[in-house]
C-alpha cells in the first residue's frame, strides 16, 4: 500500500517538475529575444534593420561590446 502511494508521489512531483521546467525555458527564450532587441537598438540600430537579422547575427553584434550602429543598405527586390 505504501509502495503504490510512493509511486503516485513521485509520478506526481516530476510530473510538475518537467512541467515547471518546459515553461520556464520557453518564456525565458522569448524575453531574451525582447532585451537582446532592445539592447540593439539603445546602440542606435533602427527596427527595420533588427527585423533583417538572425538571432546569431544580434547576438554576435551584441557579445562585441561597444560597436554601435554606424548605417545599413536593406535592398528589396519586388
Same mark, same amino acid.
Given at each position: 500500500?505504501? %509502495? %503504490?502511494?510512493?509511486?503516485? /508521489?513521485?509520478?506526481?512531483? /516530476? +510530473?510538475?517538475?518537467? =512541467?515547471? @521546467?518546459?515553461? +520556464?525555458? =520557453?518564456?525565458?527564450?522569448? %524575453?531574451? +529575444?525582447?532585451?537582446?532587441? =532592445? $539592447?540593439?537598438?539603445? %546602440? *542606435?540600430?533602427?527596427?527595420?534593420? /533588427?527585423?533583417?537579422?538572425?538571432?546569431?547575427?544580434?547576438?554576435?553584434?551584441?557579445?562585441? @561590446?561597444?560597436? $554601435?550602429?554606424? *548605417?545599413?543598405?536593406?535592398?528589396?527586390?519586388?
Amino acid at each position: 500500500m505504501i %509502495k %503504490k502511494h510512493f509511486k503516485k /508521489l513521485v509520478s506526481v512531483a /516530476l +510530473t510538475a517538475v518537467m =512541467a515547471l @521546467g518546459m515553461t +520556464t525555458t =520557453a518564456f525565458a527564450n522569448e %524575453k531574451d +529575444t525582447l532585451n537582446l532587441d =532592445a $539592447a540593439l537598438m539603445e %546602440k *542606435g540600430y533602427p527596427q527595420i534593420v /533588427l527585423d533583417t537579422m538572425d538571432e546569431d547575427t544580434k547576438m554576435d553584434i551584441y557579445n562585441e @561590446g561597444d560597436i $554601435a550602429f554606424c *548605417g545599413a543598405v536593406i535592398t528589396y527586390y519586388v
